[in-house]
């Protein structure tokens, strides 16, 4: 069963910090890149890292320096690790399986001022 599941998610001050997870089905994490996007109230969803089967990364300018997104393949699981957070960064944040075309159900960030 092809299936994504986010976790991680809350409210949390300016400048504090956060770890997503979302953990993903062994068939789809072998064999796919993964993305991590976030859609605003009002907003279109928006890309805002990947990482690929073999490590490489790429982030949205507006974290560079604040997220990482990382992946333990013995887990089957991708990490955004967000620090200093803003509350432009408030949002729900989707995992998504590029191979598969999968979403997960998203979990709720909220940064407050």
């Known amino acids: 069963q092809v299936q994504l599941v986010e976790s991680g998610g809350g409210l949390v001050q300016a400048g504090g910090s956060l770890r997503l997870s979302c953990a993903a089905s062994?068939?789809?994490?072998?064999?796919?890149?993964m993305g991590w996007y976030r859609q605003a109230p009002g907003k279109q969803r928006e890309l805002v890292a990947t990482?690929?089967?073999?490590?490489?990364?790429t982030l949205v300018d507006s974290v560079k320096g604040r997220f990482t997104i990382s992946r333990d393949n013995a887990k089957n699981t991708v990490y955004l690790h967000m620090n200093s957070l803003k509350p432009e960064d408030t949002g729900v944040y989707y995992c998504?399986?590029?191979?598969?075309?999968?979403w997960g159900q998203g979990t709720q960030v909220t940064v407050s001022s």
């Open positions: 998504r399986s590029y191979a598969y075309d999968r």
């Open positions: 062994s068939i789809i994490f072998s064999v796919s890149a």
């Open positions: 990482i690929t089967t073999a490590g490489a990364t």
